[in-house]
């Protein structure tokens, strides 16, 4: 809950901004967060490290799907994704294949503010501000069709707009792109679930010309589909992964980059002896103080079971969104686990609807009416 200057008691339907996976308030995190802060407060991240932070790197490791146990540390979303994009790019001029420097994304998509997240982002408004940014993306068609309308889960149609890679591929050739990035569940453009078989689609393009698969998973990770990341719900292993949000549950700036074994040892084995491997980084990278919330958020996470909760507590979730689909001023409803959208008639805005994984029947019910009572009244 928030508590306004008026003292009112509102319920938080969003988990802030799709951070606050365990709820308000958590205490162990704020003990966590004071306890290193007297500790050490903070080191220099570049050719030095804390203990912590080698911790937190083998936790995530072990909740990434496939071999992609290799963390770096960012301080947002944001990070991460530009982040990823130098990886890629890195990768590629390690194995002799420097021309691949094109990206692809998709319409609708949204990649964080930063440069590099911006070029990629399929929101025309989030763009249009800032005139030309980064030249080299082609965008794949979005896949909200009027067929899957009120869909929940995955939705029957659409799968072949997979195979607008496939198209960029014959059109610039395999090899001058470098990677492929995609939201499993594109969030902030309004929960755009992928239709059955779309991912495995794009995957089994991606291995046939060597272009990296990139999951932004900033929205989806730690438990919002009842899994820890969104590609193990839907059965995807991409090659680079990037996080954020829930993995402080908010309490701290932290983003992190997940990626494979095969792309960390190539760019390694290129670099000269002495030299540093991947040059980049920042100055609050692995931050003691954050991954002190990490470590204790992610201890949340398994010990109240609340990846297990989320995905128990969807069915129901999802049923009470669902009750509103035949109200006048909504046009269209789609959810999977604990994260949906509701979008308007009125003016073509979506309504988020994200609570946190600590959430019981009785504020489904609360979020529900609320919503209820407001659509109504448009």
Known sequence: YYWNDRGEKL??????????????????????????????????????????????????????????????????????????????????????????????????????????????????????????????????????????????????????FADDLQRFVALYGAENIAACFIEPIAGSTGCLVPPKGYLKRVREICDQHGILLVFDEVICGFGRTGKAFAAQSFGVTPDVMTMAKGLTNGAQPMGAVAISERIHDTIVAAAQDGAIEFFHGYTYSGHPASCAAGLAALDIYRNEGLFERGAALSPYFLDGLWSLKDLPAVADLRGYGMLAAIDLKTTGDSAIVAPPLIAEKQHVDRIVECLRKTLAGI
């Open 11 to 160: 319920i938080d339907a969003s988990s802030g901004m799709f951070c606050v996976n365990a709820g308000h308030g958590r205490k162990e995190i704020a003990d966590a967060v004071h306890r290193q802060l007297t500790e050490l407060d903070f080191i220099a991240p570049f050719l030095r490290a804390h203990p912590k932070s080698f911790e937190l790197a083998t936790r995530i490791a072990e909740l990434t799907p496939g071999d992609l146990n290799r963390i770096f540390f960012v301080n947002s979303g944001s990070e991460a994704v530009d982040t990823a994009m130098k990886v890629a790019l890195a990768y590629h001029q390690a194995r002799g294949q420097g021309g691949r420097n094109m990206f692809v994304s998709r319409e609708r998509a949204y990649h964080g503010v930063n440069f590099g997240g911006v070029a990629l982002s399929g929101i025309v408004n989030n763009r249009r501000k800032f005139g030309p940014t980064l030249p080299g993306v082609a965008f794949m068609r979005h896949t909200h069709l009027k067929e899957n309308y009120f869909t929940r889960g995955e939705a029957a149609q659409g799968a072949e």
